[in-house]
């Protein structure tokens, strides 16, 4: 046994071809246990000097390899199964390709414990190529076969040269049928033009070309599908399209679907927006008239009401209704905005004066609450071209809202400045919001409810009208709050709106 051994020892010490013995100290971490001279010479570039004995192959293997080479370690020692790679290292006559097979060594309970790394003698130039060309066609082949993706293969003229198997069996066509035809035998004759120009520029590019196009199955249906092509150039001025296609007929149905529903949705929200905006003649009259008669009541026009409970329940009724006609006027003005049945009445508009009149007319409200409204206008400010009566309510509902949630005994500015158009900001220091419900307020019916307002919180219409208003002119609303230190709310009317003054 011992001369056995020292027989193999000396092999493996004198084979002229390079061999190692790779041990893995921890996961993927491969050192070398030992080198025979050839290895040594190989591996440290006939550099007399060097031994790699007890190394790291990461420490001394070039770049070129490295990864390729601890890999396939890894493999042979999770796997136990012999693998053969290549390697190609960098000698002073050029690249030169060398394979090693390596054969994992296991211990009596069958784990590898180590791995032996073999070198084999170079093959030809010539049959190093034919075997690479064949396993490259082996892959190829192999890959366009079980592709779940259908693939064709059409030369420079258009004409089939194969299709595989997935194409098949989702077109049911077969190599009899296409061989040697044109590919317009699969395209609908409405887009024959569309498919030579694809091929077309196909021939011409060197990108990818992607698209969507319909084909033809064999029973004569026809299915959607998005296609990806790209040309291949072989040897002797041949080219060929490869062209991949994916069935996309039932996502087409299911988009289809989905537009018609929307559509179908639109013209129902359509024709309810149309249908309130018609009914605001039917909605206000009779609202009216009970205000109206109501008012006539409390004031004795046509005598006193003595009982003291009607007088109560009179101005309970003239309040309600008040109340429910604001809310419809809300939900009648939204109904036409959406509608598109709310014109522009554009005229020239002093919007200085314009705000000191809102202030006006919501003054009893801030006198309750014992709050300043200051109005600050900077030098020289210029007119605006615009609908003076949407403007109103623009600024009506946004200092209404300032009122409603602000503090008592607090102040609030409106802020009047010309810059790239002009700006209407309203700050109050009042509740404020949450910046992540920032968008609720200014959706319909959106709104925050908070216990410390008593007053009820309207219809959440205010700040959508507002901003939707503003969009008619071109403008936008924009709100920023932070909790317990106030609402900034900035209207913006674009240049094209100012109307400079003399």
């Known amino acids: ?26 996961k993927e971490h491969f050192f070398v246990r030992k080198a025979n001279k050839a290895a040594i010479n190989f591996f440290c570039k006939n550099d007399g000097h060097c031994n790699i004995d007890g190394m790291y192959l990461a420490d001394f293997l070039d770049a070129t390899n490295k990864t390729h080479i601890l890999q396939a370690l890894a493999v042979c020692y999770e796997s136990s199964v012999p693998i053969t790679i290549q390697i190609v290292p ?64 059409t030369d420079h003229h258009g004409r089939f040269i194969r299709i595989n198997n997935s194409f098949q069996q989702t077109t049911g066509w077969t190599p009899i049928d296409l061989m040697g035809q044109k590919l317009t035998k699969i395209i609908p004759p409405e887009d024959h033009e ?100 109501s008012e006539m009541m409390l004031s004795g026009t046509l005598g006193p009401v003595e009982n003291e409970h009607y007088l109560d329940y009179l101005g309970d009724i003239k309040f309600s209704a008040q109340h429910l006609l604001h809310i419809i006027n809300d939900v009648l003005d939204m109904s036409k905005i959406e509608a598109g049945k709310m014109p522009l009445d554009e005229e020239v508009i002093n919007l200085a004066g314009l705000l000191d009149s809102v202030r006006r ?14 109005i600050l206008t900077a030098d020289n400010m210029p007119q605006l071209r615009g609908d003076e009566r949407l403007i109103r309510q623009v600024f009506l509902n946004l200092l209404s809202n300032a009122i409603k949630f602000s503090n008592k005994g607090s102040e609030i500015k409106i802020n009047l400045e010309h810059s ?13 919001i949450p910046e992540s419900r920032l968008g609720e307020v200014i959706e319909p ?58």
Request: proline share 4%; aromatic share 4%.
């Open 90 to 153: 960098k000698t002073s006559t050029g690249m030169q390709v060398q394979s090693f097979l390596l054969s994992p060594i296991k211990d009596q309970q069958d784990n590898v414990y180590a791995v032996d790394m073999q070198s084999r003698p170079p093959e030809s130039d010539q049959a190093l190529i034919e075997r690479e060309r064949d396993d490259a066609l082996s892959m190829f082949t192999t890959v366009f076969d079980i592709s779940d993706v259908g693939i064709t293969v």
């Open 445 to 502: 019916f959106g709104q925050i409810s908070d216990p410390r307002v008593n007053k009820g919180q309207g219809t959440g219409l205010g700040l959508p009208i507002a901003k939707a208003m503003m969009e008619m002119h071109g403008g936008d609303l924009t709100i920023k709050s932070e909790p317990d230190k106030g609402t900034t709310v900035t209207c913006h009317f674009p240049a094209n709106r100012v109307i400079a003054t003399a």
């Open 194 to 293: 569309l498919a030579w120009q694809r091929h077309s520029e196909a021939l011409t590019q060197t990108r990818k070309n992607f698209g969507e196009i319909k084909i033809l199955k064999k029973d004569g249906s026809v299915m959607n599908v998005m296609i990806t092509s790209t040309m291949m150039s072989l040897s002797n001025g041949r080219s060929f399209r490869i062209t991949t296609i994916v069935d996309v007929t039932e996502l087409k149905q299911i988009e289809r679907d989905l537009r018609r529903a929307k559509d179908e949705a639109d013209e129902a929200n359509l024709a309810k927006s149309a249908f309130l905006a018609n009914m605001s003649h039917e909605l206000r009259t009779p609202l009216n008239a009970i205000i109206g008669f």
């Open 361 to 374: 007319l919501l003054h009893a409200k801030s006198e309750e609450n014992d709050l300043k409204v200051n």
């Open 420 to 432: 790239n158009g002009i700006n209407v900001s309203i700050i109050d220091n009042g509740i404020g």
């Open 1 to 26: 046994m011992k001369t056995a051994n020292l027989d193999y020892q000396k092999l493996f010490d004198e084979s002229p071809l390079p061999r190692l013995v790779i041990a893995e100290e921890k």
